[in-house]
Structure formats: C-alpha cells, structure tokens
C-alpha cells in the first residue's frame, strides 16, 4: 500500500515535520497555505491527514473536497477552525493536543497579573519615552491579595499553585471542583457571587459556553469590590468587554488584562485605548517549549492513527482500536446522547455518574463507552472535553465515575445503557438502547418507559398525568409556530407522574419554554440539543 499523505498548511515545528517522515509518513510542509482557501481546497483530495494551527480554516466547503481525508490534527486545544460536524459526518477525526500549553497559558495569566498590578508595560513606555514619571505608577503588591480564579481546571490549577507560591489567598468558583479537590490544592471553593464580593484580583480560566458566556456581565462586574483587577487569558466573550470599560472608566475596576477578546484579530476593541488597560495578542500559548509540545503531539497522534488505527485526544470520537469501531460506534452515540441529555438537565455541581451496561453491550469496550457517557454529561459545560481527556477532567474535579456490568441480565432489549448522574440536589437517571436500524433510542426517563429518537431540537416535560395537558402543550407549540417531529409519552401510573420528550424542527426559545410551563400540569420544562 502507498505511504499515507499529510498536509501541513500551517507553521509547525520541523521535529514534527521529521516525525512524520521518520514514521513512513510522506508529508507536504506548505505553512502558509491554511491562508489560501481556494487553493486548500483544490489540494486537500490528495491527503489523508491535514496537520494544522489556528490559521487554517477547516471549513464543510473545503472538507467536500476532503475526498481521501481521514485524519485533521489541530497543534493545540481550540479547534473552532474546524468545522466538526461536517468532519464528522464524513468520518474524519479530529484530534487536538489539549494539555500540551497548559503551564504556558498559566505562567501567561500570571505574568499579566504581575503588569498589571505594577503597570510595567505603561511605565515602560513612559521611561523609554524620556519620562522619569516615578511617582506616577503606584502598584500594588500581590501578597496577601485574594485572587478568584473562575474555572479551577487544568490550567486553573497551575495558577492557583503559583499564587499560592506567591502567598496570595486563592479562592475558586467552578461547579465540578469537589471539596476533596479543593483542598487538595490549598484553594477555598466559593460561589460565583463570592468570589465577586472577596477577590482583589480575578482571572478566568474556563472555556466558551453558553453558562460560561458573559460569565462577568455588567450585573456581575457591579457585584465586584472596588479597586478589582481583571484578567482573561482563556476565551474571548467571558467578559461583556463594554460593561468592563464602563467599570475603568467609572473608577470601579482598578485595571484589566487580556489576552483574548470577543473579535479576533483585534483591531479595535472597546478595552484599548484606556491607561489602566494592558492587552496582548492572544500570546497565551506563544512560548517555543508550548510550540514544540504541540507540534510533536499532533505528529505522534496522526502517525499513530494513520498507520495502526489508533485514536488520541480525538474531540469527536473515542480512543478505540479500528477492528472495534463499527460494532461500538452506535453505541458510543447513544452513551454520549444520554450523558448529553442529563448534562444539560443538570444545574447542581456534579458529585458522581454512575454508567450501567447491561446484555451485550457488557462485553463491549465500555471504556470507550464510559469516556463518551462522561463526555456527554460534561458537555454543557465544559466546550473543550473530548472522550479522550473526559476521564482525566473529571477525576481533576472529583466526580467519581463507576461502571457496573450485567451480561445476562434480563430485559427487554439485547443491550440496555443507563446513565444516572449524582449531583448535590438530586440524582438523575436515563437509559436507551440501539435499535436494528443502528439508530441509539431514549427507551427510558426516571424510570418511566418511554421511545424516542435523539433530534437537533426537542422539548423535555415533566408533568402530572392528569387530562388536558397534551391539547394544551400541542396548542402552545402550534401558535409558537413550532413543527413537531415525534411526540413519546411516558407515566409511572395512571394520574402520576409523567414525562413528555418532544422533538421539534426549530430552536426552543426561552420565551415558549416560560409558557410551557405555565399549563397548571406542568412541572418543568426544558430545552435540550443533541
């Protein structure tokens, strides 16, 4: 068989480039390529790995040309330039490195703590400038300073170890960081509300979600102690950044340091331009060791699947060997859809997710299977996990995850998965099954039987089984212009309690799950996506 083809449209490291041909690997190095979209896509059909960074948009358009392709490594975490979905559905992994910069994007965050504090970029400027303005820039010193880092994760915790170092007070608002955890890493767990009333110095490390979007708004950077200093060099878009330059300019916040920004490049933004303001150009990950790191990853990575089949740090698939894949595949779905729909049920920080494999989905590789459950439950909020370092980040955090196994239990189905999630306010629980027709079902809701297929766009209800809801929640969703598509019912017993699992063809808006749950039978209703 020909040697297997990589292209690298962006500019790697050459160790990578030599890994690659000391594999067997031919490998096409074009680091600048990833800037030319039209000429990608007229040369991607001959490759079977496209090796990339962050300039290389990895678009649908450019993967329909994508005819040979079977591998995309990304050297480093964010894979927004990639449009997943569409690699997916031709069945192209997608790998990154997710812990190949992590001391770097910390030792960053601190870095910037400390100008910030001592506002060296602006007093280098002023001496370079002729000026000899020493009693002009008063800072502040670290120690004994409260810094509340938001998302104690990975890189989180690298920060909370060097602020300590520094003897600063660390305090951590994140939902998976258990007691246990917290301890372990000398920092005091709080909520969100106070960590804004206690810290001097706040930095963020959590990734872009829809929770963690905004996460300092206006209402929140209001509920901040005067004279707090801002740091983000985790993801554009977790600061509303014109509710913070309103805050420098009133006085309320005393300084800001970024990294990242809601549009980038950033050319303009509402933050530059101010005296208390110190940004760079997302450098988080800029060091040569992070550099190098990544790019001997990825290589490794690719090299290994193209050659033995073998999966690491894929964002869209599970570290499972080829000969496994297509009897694991539907089964992978379904864990991930489960956990994914408990996930996004779930406010409460989570204690534990306990996996429950029954028949002969038992005998499978249900590690694979745990890690996409795992997954799938972390999701909605943490954007970056993958099936890969799912089980590392929750045992990072404290949730414990358990597997139980019956071969031979007795049920109706061949093979049964069921999913119970453990948080602090109550348990949730689902089960399902895969169908002939490869096709992952939800054959069970807290204990209530049900069958319904996973959709784009469906509508959760819990509500009393008493008569009249169906006419009215049919009617509701008929004058909200909303098309359903399936329609399953469950209830524990006649009058009791009942579940309604609705797939529909448009997006669910906050305004009609409000009414929803207005019908006087209606106990909760949610929006949930797969």
Known sequence: ???????????????????????????????????????????????????????????????????????????????????????????????????????????????????????????????????????????VELTGKVLGIIGCGNIGSIVADRAIGLRMKVIAYDPFLSPERAVELGVEKVELDDLLRRADIITLHVPMTEKTKNVLSADNIAKTKKGVRIINCARGGLVDEVALRAALDSGHVAGAAFDVFVEEPALANPLFGHPNVVCTPHLGAATTEAQENVALQVAEQMSDYLLQGAIQNAVNFPSITAEEAPRLKPFVALAEKLGSFLGQLTEAPIKGIRIEYEGAVAEMNTRALTSAAVTGVLRPFLQDINMVSAPVVARERGITVEEVKRENAARDYESFIRIIVDAEDMARHAGGTVFQDGKPRVTEIRHIAVDAEFAPHMIYVRNDDKPGFIGRFGTLLGESGVNVATFALGRDKPGGDAICFVSVDQPVSEELLRRIEEIPQVKRARAVRF
């Open 1 to 139: 068989m020909p040697a297997p083809r990589v292209l690298i449209s962006d500019a790697l490291s050459p160790a990578a480039v030599q890994i690659f041909k000391d594999r067997g690997i031919e490998v096409d190095f074009q680091p600048d390529l990833g800037k030319d979209k039209d000429k990608l896509a007229a040369i991607i059909g001959n490759y079977d790995g496209l090796a990339i960074r962050s300039a290389t948009k990895v678009t649908a358009k450019i993967l329909e040309q994508a005819k040979n392709l079977k591998v995309i490594g990304r050297a480093g975490i964010g894979v927004d330039n990639v449009e997943i979905p569409a690699a997916t559905a031709k069945g192209i992994i997608v790998m990154n490195t997710p812990f190949g910069n992590s001391i770097t994007t910390a030792e960053h965050a601190v870095a910037m703590m400390f100008a910030l504090a001592r506002q060296i970029p602006q007093a280098d400027a002023s001496t370079q400038a002729g000026k000899w303005e020493k009693n002009r820039f008063m800072g």
